[in-house]
C-alpha cells in the first residue's frame, strides 16, 4: 500500500478458547463501518470449534456461526465483508510475540499517521508482552 492513511486500527481478537463467539460477532461488528479512504480496519482473528464452546459454557444460548473454521486468520475489514489477507493455521495468539508479529505487520503493510490497538480475549497484562515490544509501540506520540 503506497498512500499513507490517517488511521490504522489493529484489532487482535483472541477466539481460541471459549470466547470465539464473541470475537467472532466483533468481525460482524468491524463489518459495520469497515475500512474507507482514511482509516485502515485489520483483524487478527482466532477461533476455536464451536463444540469445545458448547462443554464449557453449556449454560449459554450461542447461535451457530454461519462459516465455521478454527485456527488464526487476518482480514482486511470493509464496510459489510471481509477481506482474506491470511490464514495462519494453529498459532497460539496467547503468546506475545504473536501480538507482536501482527502489530509489526500492519504497521508495516499498512502505513498510517495514527494507530488503534485493540484487544480482545481474555486479559493481556502488560509486563508480559512489553518486554517484546520495541518502545516505540509504548510511546504517547502519533508515527
Known sequence: MNNISS??????ANGNNEL??????????????????????????????????????PEDIIPAASKQWT????????????ILLDEMGNINMAHPKNLYYFLKW???????????????GHAFQEPSFKTYMPSFFFSSKTV
Not at 466483533?26 to 469497515?34: I, M, S, T, Y
Not at 482509516?39 to 463444540?51: A, S
Request: charged fraction near 30%.
Open 7 to 12: 488511521w490504522t486500527i489493529l484489532i487482535y
Open 20 to 57: 470465539e463467539p464473541e470475537m467472532w460477532k466483533a468481525r460482524l461488528d468491524a463489518e459495520k463501518a469497515g475500512s474507507n479512504r482514511d482509516v485502515n480496519v485489520l483483524m487478527q482473528l482466532g477461533r476455536e470449534d464451536r463444540q469445545m464452546v458448547y462443554i464449557l459454557r
Open 71 to 82: 485456527g488464526v486468520r487476518r482480514y482486511y475489514i470493509k464496510k459489510e465483508k471481509s
Open 106 to 120: 500492519g504497521i508495516e503493510h499498512y502505513p498510517a499517521h495514527h494507530y488503534l490497538v485493540i484487544l480482545g
